[in-house]
């Protein structure tokens, strides 16, 4: 886990964990306030409850993240006409602003709403099921981080920015780095870890 300074481009604090927990980033965030560090606001890839989490801090969510998420519900080439739209609509997403975005999608819901509501019964477990399911949950995806996909241009001041690009970059470099050294002990790895994400 690793917080970054995308100001100035330094990484402020890393622990190495099992699993990505809200306590820990509770505690990251809790951590650097303690040592004096102002937090502006806080990018990230909308991990649940991350938003609610640290009261008056402005959370934004990385908007390539947000484009991530539908393309793994509707895939890269929609067959459905409905899935199609709503492609075009989620990759204007870091060129628009809130009020754009949310009458292009709530136009898109209108039209699709009768289509998003069919089911289709399932003679296995007897039950009915909604027919779209993963076209139902990208526009839901959508819908419910909508409030935190353009908190950067609400703190124009803050240099809040609306991906977390600086920090993937971090990674890419890190990864290339380890791939070099495959095969060394866990203790050694982290030695790299630690002194390329200290720079």
Not at 111 to 117: D, V
Request: net charge positive; proline share 3%; aromatic share 14%.
């Amino acid at each position: 886990m690793v917080f970054r300074d995308f100001l100035k481009r330094k990484n402020i604090y890393w622990k190495y964990l099992k699993h990505e927990t809200l306590e820990e980033y509770k505690f990251g965030i809790n951590y650097l306030l303690d040592k004096g560090v102002e937090i502006n606001g806080i990018v990230c890839d909308g991990k649940r409850g991350l938003f609610r989490a640290f009261g008056a801090i402005p959370m934004q969510m990385c908007q390539f993240h947000q484009v991530a998420i539908v393309t793994r519900y509707i895939t890269r080439n929609p067959k459905l006409e409905a899935g199609r739209e709503l492609k075009e609509i989620t990759h204007i997403l870091t060129k628009s602003s809130e009020k754009e975005f949310s009458i292009m999608l709530n136009k898109w819901y209108l039209k699709w709403k009768g289509f998003l509501s069919e089911k289709t019964y399932d003679n296995e477990d007897r039950k009915w099921h909604y027919t779209h399911r993963r076209l139902r949950s990208a526009y839901r995806s959508l819908k419910t981080n909508l409030p935190f996909l353009f908190t950067y241009l609400e703190y124009p001041d803050r240099g809040i920015p609306n991906t977390t690009n600086s920090l993937e970059g971090t990674f890419s470099h890190l990864k290339t780095k380890l791939r070099t050294h495959a095969g060394i002990k866990e203790w050694r790895k982290k030695k790299i870890i630690d002194e390329i994400l200290s720079k």
